[in-house]
């Protein structure tokens, strides 16, 4: 039971660049997130998703899109890559709202440098 | 919506010294609270939560939080801490409209002094 795994771990991107960072979980959860994490900012949600081929938007979605075309993976893609992109991205799931145990399990991270 | 206020964003403490990390929220409605974890260059791992019944939450490592309505707090107490304890610690809040969102504080860096 690997639980939330990120690929890749590190990436290095120049400006406009793109690249798709991928989620997987296997604990048959319904919902997936992707946060970024910036220091003194806390974590924001990026996009969410309740349910294989649905994905919403969450606080900060400006130059991020999102696929969810299978339940246990969550695909996060910028497509022309900013500086300002250079974060820490962490994938988590859940079960839906209601059902316990209800908590995010988060992945590693993947750390995103954009020169 | 929500929003999480962590008012420390750094306190270091002795070894084996009792320990309160701060967490405030506001929302207009109900709302489940959580604290997570985050050692150094890793994920998030939750610490405790509370979505109902007692207002004094125990979580995993020794920690604890007690959840005040009226003061719209949740804050986060150990009463002897270890220097694993060094970490990054995170309130967070989902209100019962949205609670697929979790909205995150921004963090208080815990450090043990030996």
């Known amino acids: 039971n690997a639980g939330v795994t990120q690929t890749p771990k590190f990436r290095v991107l120049k400006t406009g660049q793109s690249m798709t960072l991928l989620c997987a979980q296997d604990?048959?959860?319904?919902?997936m997130y992707w946060y970024r994490q910036d220091p003194g900012m806390g974590l924001r949600l990026i996009h969410y998703s309740v349910g294989e081929g649905t994905t919403a938007k969450g606080e900060v979605p400006d130059g991020y899109n999102v696929s969810r075309l299978k339940k246990q993976n969550f695909l996060l893609g910028l497509e022309s890559a900013a500086p300002s992109q250079t974060s820490v991205y962490f994938c988590?799931?859940?079960?839906?709202?209601?059902?316990?145990?209800?908590?995010?399990?988060f992945g590693p991270g993947t750390r995103l440098t954009v020169t | 919506a929500q929003s999480v206020t962590q008012l420390d964003s750094q306190v270091p403490v002795f070894e084996e010294a009792p320990v309160e990390l701060r967490c405030n929220y506001s929302?207009?409605?109900?709302?489940?609270l959580f604290w997570y974890v985050q050692y150094p260059n890793q994920g998030l791992q939750l610490l405790l939560k509370?979505?109902?019944?007692?207002?004094l939450v125990k979580g995993i490592n020794g920690f604890e939080a007690e959840f005040n309505k009226s003061q719209t707090s949740f804050h986060l107490r150990k009463p002897s801490v270890h220097i694993s304890d060094t970490a990054e610690y995170f309130c967070?809040?989902?209100?019962?409209?949205?609670?697929?969102?979790?909205?995150f504080g921004t963090g208080t860096r815990l450090t043990i002094i030996p």
């Open positions: 988590a799931s859940s079960y839906p709202p209601g059902q316990l145990p209800y908590e995010q399990y």
């Open positions: 604990m048959n959860h319904e919902y």
């Open positions: 929302s207009s409605v109900s709302v489940y």
């Open positions: 509370y979505l109902s019944g007692s207002t």
């Open positions: 967070a809040v989902s209100d019962l409209d949205e609670n697929e969102k979790l909205t």
